[in-house]
């Protein structure tokens, strides 16, 4: 596996020599201050509002009203960025043939596919670790439950694998990256609203396959603060599959 | 070193290359000849391991291909069509991330790529982003990434595309050094390239192979007559002369000079030049024409004599 670190080593490293990563990391974090500004404001005034009512303090929970929202946005957020990181990761590789190096090398078709999917998580782990400003600043004058929290971005760090292998697997598929950008998004996208089906299907067996399907209803696992070992399983196994298929996806092109 | 046999592929319905065996030894340099879509990088990329043959095998080292691509793989050095650079990356960072792909153990790396980037003259470029170099640059970074691990065998695809005449001919005894040690094929249109660096020559139209001999041995082959150039002062009636000579197959008159074909014997060819002194025509230049490979080449790709070999 040394040939899928020297890769991911690679593709990281380049990601930050170029504007992109800066650009979109900025706006990551504009967007999401402005969002969490946004619930916290909007928490600050109905907590406010029910002590004037109520009186004495308030017991709304700043996990609930405010992180598990949060959180919730963060998703919706990566489920659109993600696709961007990684749509140039292999349609890039094709379209400038480097790809011949890299299939000519003394590493295997596996090898290069983990190390893409490398480089896209650390670059995705790194923007992820600037959402502990929120957490951390608003400690400074509100008390409120780690454990969540940390749940939360266990949750995210898995979830962006997902993303990630999904966005591997479709810039294998093209040279072109605005194709491979939104076939990733569909592909994500379908896995989230995959769970809606529950709701129209008769036997409970049913509902609950597609309800374990949906990416999304793990995660508000992670958000509530529970370890939820099927989650990682499934998320795990979604990475892997999609790594399979970005493998042979590679792979094919040999037979052509 | 390298074994070819029975190597077939298809794209789709269009036959790319048919049923190619060929060898070579270590240390040999080769040249792979033939007009464009004869099928040169489809058989390279097969060696390379890029991409699998329809039918046959293909061993380098001992290795098969495709049983053992690692294996092959360490073992070669690649320069596609199109140079596999990273427009965003330093030339030197590429080559250290070539090496490291490639597996060179890693306190070596330093030493090869300095190396490479002196074999191939980019010393004075290491530091700049490759994608603003000029195409001959960007061409001899393709160059030194096949070099920098010093690969037992280099798969070069029309090394010198792009290059200025001084870099031609640098690139050219870069590659001549290489033999002994290294085993290469090289691809090429550029029929003076195989003629100055490959002791053996592989010609190759539409998928098969034509010819595989070494130079001299092929333009032997290709013809049983000599010609000679022959340029007089007044050339007026020198024509019945030179038809009297026996074994004069055929001449050609233009710009004062005739082009004769002459059968390939010391006796005629000393008649002929007897003829020529004694006929009075006032003798400027005789000398004879060489069969350049340009000839061979045509003959062999645009006609249907095939089979020579
Ligand atoms: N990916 C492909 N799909 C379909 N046909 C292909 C493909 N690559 C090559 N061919 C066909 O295979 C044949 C051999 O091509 P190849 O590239 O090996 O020729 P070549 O000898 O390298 O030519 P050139 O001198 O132009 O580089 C050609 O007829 C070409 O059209
Ligand atoms: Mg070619």
């Known amino acids: ?256 | 070193m390298i074994e070819i046999s029975h190597l077939t592929k298809k794209y789709g319905n269009i036959m790319a290359i048919n049923n190619i065996s060929f060898s070579v030894q270590k240390g040999e340099i080769v040249g792979f000849l033939g007009p464009n879509g004869a099928g040169k990088t489809t058989t390279m990329k097969i060696i390379t391991g890029f991409m699998a043959p329809s039918s046959g095998v293909a061993k380098v080292a001992g290795h098969d291909v495709f049983e053992n691509p690692i294996e092959v793989k360490k073992r070669i050095g690649y320069l596609p069509e199109t140079p596999p650079v990273y427009s965003d990356m330093l030339v030197k960072d590429y080559l250290e991330y070539v090496a490291r792909l490639k597996k060179m153990p890693s306190n070596k790396i330093t030493k090869g790529v300095e190396q490479a980037l002196e074999k191939t003259n980019l010393t004075q470029v290491h530091k700049r982003l490759i994608g603003n170099l000029s195409k001959g640059f960007r061409q001899r970074v393709g160059i030194a990434q096949a070099l920098v691990h010093s690969p037992e065998v280099l798969i070069l695809d029309e090394p010198t595309v792009g290059l200025d005449p001084k870099q031609v001919i640098e690139i050219r005894n870069l590659i001549k050094g290489l033999a002994g040690e290294h085993t290469v094929i090289l691809s090429t249109h550029v029929l003076p390239e195989v003629t100055a660096t490959c002791k053996r020559i592989i010609i190759i139209n539409k998928g098969e192979i034509v010819a595989e001999d070494t130079f001299e041995g092929l333009s032997s082959r290709m013809s049983d007559t000599r010609r000679f150039y022959v340029r007089v002062r007044r050339p007026a009636n020198f024509e019945g002369h030179i038809k009297s000579v026996s074994g004069v197959r055929s001449f050609k008159f233009a710009n004062n000079s005739f082009e004769v074909e002459l059968d390939k014997s010391d006796d005629s060819n000393e008649k002929l030049s007897e003829v020529v002194v004694k006929s009075g025509a006032g003798l400027l230049e005789f000398r004879a024409v060489d069969v350049s490979l340009e000839d061979i080449f045509l003959k062999l790709t645009t006609t249907d004599t095939g089979g020579v070999a």
């Open chain 1, 1 to 256: 596996m040394m040939g899928a670190l020297i890769i991911a080593r690679k593709d990281y490293r380049s990601f930050f020599n170029s504007a992109v990563a800066y650009v979109i990391t900025a706006l990551f974090i504009f967007l999401m201050s402005w969002m969490f500004f946004q619930i916290l404001s909007t928490y600050a005034s109905r907590s406010f509002m029910m002590m004037m009512q109520g009186g004495g303090a308030p017991n709304m929970n700043l996990n609930e009203y405010v992180f598990a929202p949060h959180f919730g946005n963060v998703n919706v957020v990566l489920l659109i960025m993600i696709p961007a990181l990684t749509m140039r990761l292999l349609s890039e590789e094709k379209k400038s043939r480097t790809m011949d190096l890299l299939m000519t090398s003394p590493i295997t078709s596996t090898e290069i596919v983990v190390g893409k999917i490398l480089a896209g998580c650390f670059l995705t782990w790194t923007i992820l670790a600037f959402l502990s400003i929120y957490p951390l600043s608003t400690k400074l004058f509100a008390q409120f439950d780690k454990g969540p929290i940390i749940t939360s971005f266990i949750g995210l760090a898995l979830l962006s694998g997902v993303y990630v292998s999904m966005g591997v697997f479709a810039s294998s598929l093209t040279e072109n990256a605005i194709i491979a950008y939104f076939v990733a998004f569909v592909i994500s996208l379908f896995f989230w609203v995959i769970g809606w089906a529950s709701a129209s299907m008769d036997g409970p067996v049913a509902q609950a396959v597609f309800n374990h399907l949906s990416i999304v209803s793990h995660f508000s696992d992670f958000a509530k603060g529970m370890i939820n070992t099927s989650g990682i399983i499934y998320y795990l196994s979604l990475i892997v599959f999609f790594g399979f298929l970005t493998q042979r996806s590679l792979e094919s092109s040999r037979w052509r």
